[in-house]
């Protein structure tokens, strides 16, 4: 049997990221997904394939606790549509909300799912972002994990920080990776702790 396989993209929406935008889309994210389900379908039986998407940091409100998201879809055309069409117009104080679009992305990969199932499939994860993120902390939903594996539909409030959740994707088996058209530190340093 074929593996089952989920991609979530975490986008920052701070405005800063507009003029890169659409290049970003082009050349990068429609490429990844093409891909993503283009080699799923030359296997023998075609895998489940799904698409996510997160955008933290998504308004201008002092707190930036805006989180916007697409649920789980298989639709590749309406997915790369929506990825066309988003507005940024989120500010660059809120650059530690990078907490809130990676613990969504973590809930969004556990819930609604068995322990034996999410572990006979594959996760993977798209960060993109731009700013200069500040390792802040505040209160966000995490999945509860025991002896490295997540309990089922049961999730807890931490106070933490992108890098600390960062670390969390190892456990839970969901590859990192990073695109950013700004180069920082710790983009470097979010993707070198979610590393498998």
């Known amino acids: 049997m074929a593996t089952k396989k989920w991609l979530s993209i975490v986008v920052d929406g701070n405005s800063a990221l507009t003029p890169s935008w659409p290049k970003i889309v082009s050349e ?12 799923s379908r030359r296997q023998v039986v075609i895998p489940s394939c799904e698409l996510g998407l997160i955008m ?5 409100s002092d707190l930036g606790y805006n989180v916007q998201f697409i649920k789980w879809t298989t ?5 790369l549509g929506t990825l066309s069409r988003l507005t940024f117009n989120g500010n660059n104080e ?6 809130q679009g990676l613990a969504e992305a973590l809930v969004m990969f ?13 996760r993977h994860c798209i960060l993109v972002a731009t700013g200069d993120p500040v390792p802040q902390k505040m209160l966000v939903t995490l999945p509860t994990v025991e002896e490295g594996k997540f309990v089922v539909e049961n999730f807890k409030i931490l106070n933490a920080h992108f890098l600390e959740v960062a ?7 969901v590859s990192l990776s ?4 700004k180069q920082h530190p ?4 979010i993707f070198n702790v979610g590393m498998l």
């Open 186 to 189: 710790m983009f470097r340093s």
């Open 75 to 79: 639709d590749v055309d309406h997915f």
């Open 110 to 122: 556990t819930r609604n799912m068995s322990v034996k199932e999410y572990f006979k499939g594959e």
């Open 56 to 60: 933290y940091n998504a308004n201008n």
């Open 167 to 173: 670390k969390m994707f190892k456990s839970l088996e």
């Open 28 to 39: 990068y994210l429609a490429k990844i997904v093409r891909a993503f389900f283009d080699n």
């Open 94 to 99: 809120n650059q530690h909300t990078i907490v």
């Open 178 to 181: 990073v695109i950013t058209p």
